[in-house]
C-alpha cells in the first residue's frame, strides 16, 4: 500500500479521484495496521525508503506502542478527510472504504485504548446525519427486524457500516459450512450438504437469552434431521452433525440463491448497533455512573429485540449497567467478531475464558499475556534478534 500511494501520486489523472484512491490505501493501512495491533501488539511499519531497496537484507524493529497508535490514528484520520460520508446501496461505488468505516476502527481503537473521551467523540461523528446510519426496524414476513438484517434481501441496509460485497462468480463467504451440520433439513433451501458442523454457540451462553428475544430466530436449537430424528435439547445426538456441543449459530438467513457451500450475502464487518452500544459503554466508563443517554442507547439495541426497555431503576451502579451491557453486546453481536476485544476491555477475559474450560472439562492455562497472540516463530527467526516475542510466550 505505502509503494502504491508513491507510484501513483505523480500519476496525471483527475485530482479528485487520485485524492480518493490515495485516501482508500492510507484508510486500509491504518484499518489493517489496528487488526494486527489488535491480535499482536505494535507492528512493523516499513519506511518507503526501506520498501524501494527490497534486496537489502534490513532488518526493522517493531514499533513502540505510542509510534502504533500514532500511526493508526493519523492514517485513518487524514482518510477520513477526503472519502465520502459512505455510499448509497445502489452506487456502484458501495463497498469501497468510507468516512463511516475510518471513523468506526477508530472507535474501537479508543475502546481498545481506553481512551473513552475520544472513543465518545468518534462515535457522535458516526451519529451525524451525513452518515445516513439508522438501525434495521423493519420486520420481514416471517422474520425480526434483527433477522432481518442477515438477508440477501435486505444486504447493503442503513445500519451496515461496511461489509464485504458478496455475489456468486465474484466473491462468497462460507458461513453455511462452516456453522451447519449437513444432516440438517434445511428448510426452503432443499437439503445441504457439505457442512462441517464446526462452530457452536454453547448451551450454557445460549440459555442467557431473555424468553422473548427475537435474535433467537437466528440460532438453531432444534432440527429434524433427513434420517428422521429430531435434535434438540433433549436429544442432542453425538459429533459434529449434532447439537452435542451447542446450538447452531446461523446468523444469515438460508435462502434458495444461497444454498450449497456459497453464500453472496454480503459480509457485514461493522454496524450501527455496535456503535449505540459503544458509545453507551464509553460514557458510562468515563464518568463512571449511569446516564439518560447511555441507558437509552442501549434501549434502543434492547427494545429492537423485543425487549423490555430498561430504567434507571434497573441499576444498581456503573458496574451493573456495564455487566448487563457486556451480555446484552454479547448477545448482539455473537459472532461478529466483538466479544474477545468486549472482554479483555472489561478485564474480564481470562476469568471467562477459564470458565468456558472448566465447563467443558479443560485445564485452562490462559493468563493475562493471552490478550495477545504470539508473533509467529518464522518472524522471530527472520528478525535475528530485533524482533521480540511478546511477553509470557
Not at 451462553?205 to 438453531?220: A, L, N, P, S, V
Not at 443517554?293 to 456503573?318: H, K, M, W
Not at 458496574?319 to 448482539?332: G, N, P, Q, T, V
Amino acid at each position: 500500500m505505502t509503494l502504491t500511494i508513491d507510484r501513483i501520486t505523480n500519476v496525471n489523472m483527475n485530482k479528485d479521484l487520485l485524492n480518493q484512491y490515495i485516501a482508500e490505501l492510507r484508510c486500509a493501512r491504518g484499518f489493517l495496521a489496528f487488526l494486527l495491533y489488535d491480535l499482536y501488539g505494535p507492528i512493523i511499519v516499513a519506511d518507503l525508503e526501506t520498501l524501494k531497496n527490497a534486496e537489502d537484507e534490513i532488518i526493522l524493529p517493531r514499533l513502540s506502542e505510542e509510534e502504533t497508535h500514532n500511526f493508526i490514528v493519523t492514517e485513518l484520520t487524514e482518510a477520513a478527510k477526503v472519502l465520502p460520508y459512505s455510499y448509497d446501496k445502489s452506487s456502484s461505488d458501495y463497498g469501497r472504504f468510507t468516512k463511516g468505516l475510518c471513523h468506526i476502527v477508530l472507535l474501537k481503537f479508543y475502546m481498545q485504548t481506553k481512551q473513552w473521551d475520544k472513543a465518545i467523540t468518534e462515535a457522535r461523528e458516526l451519529q451525524k446525519p451525513e452518515y445516513k446510519y439508522a438501525l434495521v426496524t423493519d420486520k420481514g414476513a416471517e422474520r425480526s427486524a434483527y433477522a432481518n438484517i442477515f438477508t440477501y434481501a435486505n444486504e447493503k441496509n442503513s445500519e451496515t457500516i461496511w461489509s464485504v460485497n458478496c455475489l456468486t462468480g465474484y466473491q462468497v463467504h462460507l458461513w453455511y459450512p462452516h456453522v451447519m451440520p449437513s444432516n440438517l433439513k434445511a428448510f426452503d433451501a432443499g437439503r445441504f450438504d457439505g457442512g462441517w458442523g464446526g462452530y457452536k454457540m454453547t448451551w450454557k451462553f445460549f440459555k442467557t437469552y431473555e424468553d422473548g428475544d427475537e435474535r433467537k430466530q437466528t440460532i438453531i436449537s432444534e432440527y429434524d434431521t433427513w434420517e428422521g430424528t429430531t435434535l434438540n435439547e433433549t436429544n442432542k445426538g453425538v459429533g459434529s452433525n449434532s447439537l452435542q456441543d451447542g446450538v447452531i449459530p446461523l446468523k444469515y438467513k438460508i435462502e434458495s440463491n444461497n444454498a450449497g457451500n456459497q453464500c453472496q450475502t454480503d459480509w457485514i464487518v461493522y454496524r450501527y448497533a455496535d456503535v449505540l452500544t459503544l458509545l453507551a459503554e464509553a460514557i458510562v466508563r468515563e464518568g463512571n455512573t449511569v446516564t439518560t443517554e447511555a441507558i437509552n442507547l442501549l434501549n434502543q439495541v434492547r427494545t429492537r429485540a423485543g425487549l423490555t426497555a430498561y430504567t434507571a431503576s434497573s441499576f444498581s451502579s456503573a458496574r451493573d449497567f456495564l455487566d448487563k451491557l457486556l451480555i446484552e453486546r454479547a448477545h448482539e453481536f455473537y459472532f461478529e467478531g466483538c466479544r474477545r476485544q468486549d472482554l479483555i476491555r472489561d478485564g474480564s477475559y481470562v476469568a471467562t475464558m477459564k470458565q468456558k474450560c472448566t465447563d467443558y472439562g479443560q485445564v485452562s492455562i490462559i493468563s493475562e499475556h493471552y490478550h495477545r497472540f504470539p508473533i509467529p516463530e518464522s518472524a522471530i527467526i527472520a528478525g535475528q534478534g530485533i524482533i521480540k516475542q511478546n511477553p509470557g510466550y
